[in-house]
């Protein structure tokens, strides 16, 4: 299902059921420690085997995939990726940093985000997007589906930047016939990464390019399951311009 929302660059597997623990590498294991919660740890194994699974379809040998800062996965070198789970669900996507420059996925329940949470993680705008959505496409619960959407483009942020991106930074917006939504960078954290840039598109001390503030992704739904994801592509060589890319809880 995850590679539907996905170019070809990027590799993914996915797994509606849990793995034995000793498919965990010695690393991983060290690095679960002594997490009691059993849910916690059948999340930690099978997101991890999805993980190699899909890293093999790029070539890259079984590896530990250990918790890095934030818990952001800490991938090998040369390779971006992410990794989510719900319940009954975990997957991974990954690419080649020579053809991806950031991914970002995730996955939730199917269902209304209670109203509490709702208003949270939402922003004028979009409450008043999602009320003409629910008009027009009830069948989906297009509250949770920006939850998803928010959670993924944090998943992508969050390596490029090393900043935290609360729900109300990203205002997004869907498009429910192509399966698709964009997410714009705003607030604080917008004006802070227009703030970092030169005038020739550069992260200011660093000669790299700075994190976009525009994310476009592709969604899907089933019954019971939502699914989001975005892909930055490669920046432009230095002086061509601002990156056009293809998208908040970080995976532990």
Do not use: N, Q
Not at 94 to 121: N, W
Not at 172 to 186: K, L, N, Q, S, Y
Request: glycine share 10%; net charge neutral; hydrophobic share 45%.
């Amino acid at each position: 299902m995850l590679e539907l929302i996905l170019p070809a660059a990027v590799a993914s597997a996915e797994s509606f059921a849990d793995v034995s623990e000793s498919t965990l590498l010695p690393a991983e294991l060290e690095a679960l420690g002594g997490a009691r919660h059993e849910g916690r740890r059948r999340e930690f194994t099978t997101v991890r085997h999805c993980a190699r699974r899909a890293l093999a379809e790029i070539g890259v040998p079984p590896v530990a995939v250990l918790p890095g800062e934030r818990g952001a996965p800490v991938w090998p070198r040369g390779v971006v990726g992410s990794m989510t789970h719900s319940a009954g669900y975990r997957a991974a996507a990954v690419a080649r940093s020579t053809d991806v420059r950031a991914v970002g996925i995730d996955a939730e329940p199917h269902e209304a985000l209670p109203p509490r949470v709702r208003g949270a993680v939402t922003l004028p705008e979009e409450r008043e997007r999602l009320a003409d959505l629910a008009a027009d496409c009830p069948h989906v619960h297009w509250d949770r589906l920006l939850f998803c959407a928010k959670e993924a483009v944090y998943k992508a942020w969050f390596p490029m930047t090393g900043r935290r991106l609360g729900f109300t930074d990203a205002s997004v917006a869907f498009d429910p016939a192509a399966g698709t939504f964009r997410a714009e960078i705003v607030g604080r954290a917008g004006a802070a990464g227009a703030a970092e840039r030169t005038g020739a598109g550069e992260r200011i001390g660093t000669g790299e390019p700075p994190a976009p503030l525009l994310y476009e992704g592709r969604w899907a739904a089933t019954a019971g399951l939502l699914l989001a994801a975005v892909v930055v592509p490669p920046a432009p060589p230095s002086g061509i311009g601002r990156i056009a890319p293809s998208g908040r809880r970080v995976e532990r």
